[in-house]
């Protein structure tokens, strides 16, 4: 009894080494992103050992706005950055100093992410849907932000000139909805997870959806040249956030209904796995779900208009393209 007891020891402790081994084997990486569910793909894989089973060890690192995810990983803080086009993100891919290696998050009518909120008192004095903002002071996170560009799409849209429009950039998600809360401003670009305990509190109005309104291509995942010379790390990655982007599409994505996802024994885990890293509940994740392509694809003639848009109004650097900043050996063009 006493040899099959040493037998058995000896089988858990091969196990175990075979295991630390495996762990110190592991290529590690650290992703920088948003706690928005524009990220979902990336929550997924981690939680769910996807980047795990790929030979990876990951930690995420999480930012409040999508500028300084660009400037960490061209500055080697983090290796990947998974969030939104930005005109700072463009101008240092301009430069080649960023690559984009993925899609991600889009703004697509039918799926609530990005959305236009008034305070209290313009909407009272009139501001009731979106293309009312003419002339109103706005906050966005920074110049150049996403957020600007869905404004810019918007004025494009509705015929009144951006100009027009005071923006107003406070650097953060928190400080924008602090900012229309507190009457300081007389709207804001905000996402739903940002904006829902503001309208919870009575502390702002509901506008309308950027994607109902102007559909683009958000958000992609992006490395730095140094980064991307580690083939095994890239491929391993997007191997991982494919098999994420899939699932959140198959499972979430194709049971929503008006803009909400339901919740049962198959989309119950996955928006368990967005709540805990988003820090919301489950109750507000249901109608936070960002569209992401099913198979990771790039618009890359969006990119390539979005480009063109914030070089025309002098927020970009002239003398790239589309073409400049997208690694073509990992990106899958739309």
């Known amino acids: 009894m006493i040899g099959i007891a040493r037998l058995a020891l000896a089988g858990l402790v091969a196990i175990m080494a075979m295991g630390?081994?495996?762990?110190?084997?592991a290529l590690k990486a650290r992703i920088g992103v948003l706690r928005l569910s524009s990220s979902a793909p990336v929550f997924i894989a981690q939680d769910k050992g996807y980047f795990r089973e790929a030979g990876l060890d990951v930690e995420l690192k999480f930012f409040d706005a999508a500028q300084p995810i660009a400037v960490a990983t061209t500055s080697g803080d983090v290796d990947f950055g998974v969030t939104a086009f930005t005109a700072g993100l463009y101008n240092l891919a301009g430069k080649g100093v960023l690559k984009v290696i993925g899609g991600m998050s889009r703004e697509k009518a039918g799926y609530p992410l990005i959305g236009y909120f008034a305070s209290n008192n313009a909407y009272a004095a009139g501001l009731k849907t979106p293309k009312d903002l003419a002339g109103k002071r706005v906050a966005v996170t920074q110049v150049g932000s996403s957020f600007h560009y869905s404004l810019g799409l918007l004025a494009d849209k509705y015929?009144?000139?951006?100009?027009?429009?005071?923006?107003?950039?406070?650097?953060?998600?928190?400080?924008?909805?602090?900012?229309?809360?507190?009457?300081?401003?007389?709207?804001?670009?905000?996402?739903i997870s940002t904006a829902r305990k503001l309208m919870d509190e009575g502390g702002a109005k509901f506008l309308g959806w950027v994607g109902d309104e102007t559909p683009w291509q958000l958000g992609a995942v992006f490395a730095s040249p140094k980064t991307l010379t580690n083939k095994a790390l890239v491929t391993k990655l997007l191997g991982a956030l494919a098999k994420a982007d899939r699932e959140y599409h198959d499972v979430i994505l194709a049971a929503m209904k008006d803009g909400v996802a339901p919740v049962n024994e198959q989309t119950k885990p996955l928006l368990e796995i967005i709540a805990k890293y988003t820090n919301l509940p489950?109750?507000?994740?249901?109608?936070?779900?960002?569209?992401?392509?099913?198979?990771g694809k790039l618009d890359v003639k969006n990119v390539d208009n979005q480009i063109k848009w914030l070089q025309e109004q002098g927020f970009a650097d002239k003398g790239f393209d589309a073409n400049t900043i997208i690694a073509k050996d990992y990106v899958k063009a739309d």
Do not use: H, M, R
């Not at 630390?20 to 084997?25: G, H, L, Y």
């Not at 107003?168 to 905000?190: C, F, H, R």
């Not at 489950?282 to 198979?295: H, L, T, W």
């Open 159 to 191: 015929g009144f000139k951006l100009a027009d429009v005071k923006i107003i950039p406070l650097q953060s998600l928190s400080n924008a909805a602090a900012a229309l809360k507190g009457e300081t401003v007389d709207a804001a670009l905000l996402p």
């Open 20 to 25: 630390a081994a495996q762990a110190e084997d």
């Open 282 to 295: 489950v109750e507000q994740v249901v109608g936070n779900c960002a569209y992401i392509d099913p198979d």
